[in-house]
């Protein structure tokens, strides 16, 4: 896009020409944004200077510049606006002051974050409160999303208000990566922890993972420390509010601690918020 250093009244202008269905002209601009003749007339002939606007029979129209400009400020405002009333809840007048604002700023790399977070957002608007996701794929760009997950023990202790965390969790890196592609899976890294045991510390890394299917163990495939779960073992994301998707299920733990062994199933939970992948 050219940068022409548009403000944001001008902004307001260029989708005014672009959008208005009656005739573009001083009187209606001035009726339109509730301001004098003369104030429309100072704004609208700047943009005939700077080859936005060419003027025909008193009416204002687009030249081929203006109407790369303003197409590119329909889409992108559009953008702003979603993005912008779905985190604030705001009113529409005001989210739209706030999204025109942002524009005028020319924040490239605002606007590349904020198209990033649109695409899965708009993908996954109609996703219904308290539903369950079966796809979780459809919603999301194909590419590498970095999620959150959590372990947890499969037994309850009653004297708890919530599942307390596994001490497997210790053994894997602090987020997991969603991989989505012709084969999507899910990305663990393990890491060494060290035991203090009788004087000296022994360190211990996970070193298997398997889940169950039908009551039999299958290996989930490794490498380098790198566990790949398909996605298609979970049966399905639930979601309260159709932003943030989870998923858990169980997995058989093997790991090595010193030269001994240890085998231990845990609860693995999921959670991908569509606001930041």
């Known amino acids: 896009m050219i940068n022409l250093n548009i403000t944001k009244i001008q902004i307001e202008y260029l989708l005014f020409i672009k959008n208005y269905e009656g005739r573009k002209t001083i009187t209606e601009a001035s009726l339109f944004f509730n301001c004098s003749r003369a104030n429309s007339k100072k704004i609208l002939d700047k943009m005939m200077l700077t080859g936005i606007l060419y003027k025909d029979d008193n009416e204002y129209k687009l030249t081929k510049i203006g109407c790369d400009l303003s197409e590119f400020y329909n889409e992108n405002l559009e953008k702003n606006l979603f993005v912008v009333q779905k985190f604030l809840d705001i009113d529409d007048n005001l989210a739209r002051s706030i999204s025109l604002e942002i524009l005028s700023k020319r924040l490239i790399p605002y606007q590349e ?6 695409k899965s957002m708009i993908l996954a608007k109609n996703i219904q409160g308290r539903e369950k996701v079966q796809d979780i794929s ?13 372990i947890k023990k499969i037994s309850e202790d009653s004297k708890n208000s919530f599942v307390d965390n596994s001490m497997a ?5 602090d987020h997991a990566y969603l991989i989505i592609g012709e084969e999507s899976y899910i990305e663990l890294s393990t890491k060494t922890i060290k035991k203090a045991h009788q004087g000296y510390f022994k360190k211990g890394i996970a070193t298997k993972l398997f889940y169950f299917d039908d009551g039999e163990e299958i290996e989930i495939n490794s490498k380098d420390r790198i566990f790949k779960i398909p996605l298609n073992l979970i049966d ?5 509010d159709g932003i943030i998707l989870e998923a858990s299920f169980i997995l058989k733990i093997k790991s090595q601690m010193g030269i001994t062994i240890h085998e231990k199933k845990a609860n693995f939970l999921f959670i991908v918020n569509l606001c930041l992948t």
């Open 169 to 173: 969790l210790m053994g894997f890196d």
């Open 236 to 240: 399905y994301w639930s979601t309260s």
């Open 138 to 150: 459809r919603y999301l760009e194909k590419g590498r999303h970095e999620i959150n997950f959590s």
């Open 113 to 118: 974050a904020l198209e990033k977070r649109y």
